[in-house]
């Protein structure tokens, strides 16, 4: 009603309206930025015989189930450009992700804090940790013997991940087009489970076993939503999409494999069409598994079974949130990043315990009994030697938008409360946490499990996890603060109807009887 005022005046007053402005122009309006996507993917499956990560001693690989790739998208809105890129690895430390970001940056122009790099944390994937190489070669003979005795990384592989991350967002650069981009989320609150349980002599355990009678109760929720944004060329194909969605890939099919992202793609390429690029970026799943330990063991499924039901339950619903947005879609979108810097100290053993474990350490034993006892003593070690270069970790939290939708990042494997917490502080209509993303600094747990009625795996010291206990309200307050720092874009609608013209002739009839 207010831009029909000064047409009702120049109607009523046209000669006033003109002498008063002589060179009046009518007023215009912004044009809205042309975005432009693209999507690519890279093969980055492991060789048979490559250590497989996840634990804290060797494990290799003996068969391959499925491959593991490299998949990413480039949003660019008039110029200014965000890369997402999804990875099928448990990890990618912060080295490989500054190399990464430093060759996109040479081939594309994108800037470096604009790339958001996420691992999906499968289990079942090559390695890319948790030792690095040449981590520990200024250490002495023990923490390097321990080293080595522990899982690590392979120099080769790594090379392979970081080309392949940057080659597929060129790839993606290059292919940008104008695509029809559709945001939703749906919900699949089925097949995730918080590990961790509150038992009756007041601690929370990790895993405490299928019908244990001393469980009481879940001691943290989990985040049933799948975020989706959909891209489909002028031909109303799926060029691609993003899906985000929290649960551990510890589904472990027998072999090297994407983990339960395998079966999320399979779905929806099987709706869509196997050049549909699936980019999966892991929510806050720290404490979030498939696992249901109020279940008896009998009834639960493992390994490709499991992938499946949990790859294929929040696949189907990413289907049906693309068939629903469909037909709301649009192809201008603003894209912007920011991102924070924070210092923060990790937790130190005591002299006494360092001590102690280094004499555990010295010799890795044969009985198995003893093993667990070895494990967590050589962990203190390298712990101490970390400590020693670098007391304070710098921890990366990054904001990236796409038009109504905000990514939120931690280099963690960070509990799903704080997901949550985010997701209820953020303006935004579509928020999605990443975890494991640009780096990775272990288990960061809330901070009522560091009190007397926490505990479990998770705040284990250990050379992998070694936070300061008020880390994770740290990186929440960033993320909301940047997030907050940024505009939500409109959500796409639905075209208006054409005017009304007639009814249906086949059924604008009386009963008929006779």
């Given at each position: 009603m207010i831009r029909l005022i000064p047409l009702i005046l120049a109607a009523v007053f046209p000669v006033a309206l003109l002498q008063a402005a002589p060179n009046a122009k009518p007023e215009s309006t912004p044009e809205k930025p042309v975005t432009k996507t693209g999507f690519a993917e890279r093969d980055i499956t492991p060789e048979i015989g490559m250590e497989r990560p996840g634990g804290y001693t060797k494990g290799f690989h003996q068969k391959l189930h499925d491959p593991c790739k490299v998949r990413a998208v480039v949003f660019d809105s008039n110029g200014k450009e965000v890369a997402l890129i999804g990875i099928d690895a448990l990890v990618l430390r912060e080295p490989q992700v500054a190399e990464a970001r430093k060759r996109i940056n040479e081939r594309t122009g994108i800037k470096p804090e604009a790339v958001l790099i996420g691992a999906s944390h499968s289990h079942t994937s090559g390695p890319t940790c948790m030792v690095l190489p040449g981590e520990f070669d200024d250490a002495d003979e023990l923490v390097k013997k321990v080293a080595a005795e522990s899982s690590a990384a392979d120099a080769g592989y790594l090379e392979k991940v970081v080309e392949a991350v940057a080659a597929a967002v060129t790839e993606a650069h290059e292919k940008r087009g104008e695509l029809k981009l559709g945001f939703g989320h749906g919900e699949e609150k089925t097949v995730s489970f918080n590990r961790r349980w509150k038992m009756k002599n007041g601690l929370t355990y990790t895993h405490p076993g299928y019908g244990n009678p001393e469980m009481i109760e879940p001691a943290g929720p989990i985040d049933p939503e799948v975020g989706v944004i959909g891209a489909w060329d002028a031909e109303g194909h799926l060029a691609g999409c993003v899906v985000?969605?929290?649960?551990?890939?510890?589904?472990s099919p027998p072999g090297i494999s994407a983990n339960y992202i395998w079966s999320l793609e399979k779905v929806i390429r099987g709706t869509y069409g196997e050049s549909a690029v699936v980019v999966f970026l892991n929510g806050t799943s720290g404490d979030v598994t498939q696992v249901d330990n109020s279940t008896p063991a009998g009834r639960m499924v493992a390994g490709e079974a499991s992938a499946m039901l949990v790859g294929g339950s929040v696949g189907a619903e990413a289907v049906k949130v693309l068939l629903d947005v469909f037909n709301r879609t649009t192809t201008s979108v603003e894209v912007e990043h920011t991102h924070q810097i924070l210092d923060i100290p990790r937790r130190k053993p005591s002299p006494e315990r360092v001590s102690e474990s280094r004499?555990?350490?010295?010799?890795?034993?044969?009985?198995?009994?003893?093993?667990?006892?070895?494990?967590?003593?050589?962990e203190i070690v390298m712990l101490d030697a970390m400590i020693a270069k670098e007391p304070v970790r710098k921890v990366e939290v990054q904001a990236i938008q796409v038009g109504p939708a905000v990514f939120v990042t931690s280099p963690?494997?960070?509990?799903?409360?704080?997901?949550?917490?985010?997701?209820?502080?953020?303006?935004?209509?579509?928020?999605?946490?990443?975890?494991?993303a640009n780096g990775c600094v272990g288990y960061v747990p809330t901070l009522?499990?560091?009190?007397?009625?926490?505990?479990g795996y998770e705040t284990r010291l250990t050379s992998y996890s070694n936070l300061i206990p008020e880390a994770?309200?740290?990186?929440?307050d960033a993320g909301i603060e940047l997030i907050k720092s940024l505009k939500p874009g409109a959500v796409p609608e639905l075209p208006p109807p054409p005017p009304f013209v007639a009814p249906w002739n086949y059924g604008?009839?009386?009963?008929?009887l006779k």
């Open positions: 985000n969605f929290a649960c551990h890939a510890t589904t004499k555990i350490a010295v010799e890795r034993p044969k009985e198995a009994a003893k093993l667990n006892d070895w494990i967590w003593a050589k963690a494997e960070y509990f799903c409360e704080f997901g949550l917490q985010q997701k209820k502080a953020s303006p935004f209509p579509f928020t999605y946490p990443v975890s494991l009522k499990s560091f009190g007397e009625n926490g505990g994770g309200d740290q990186i929440r604008d009839i009386p009963p008929q």
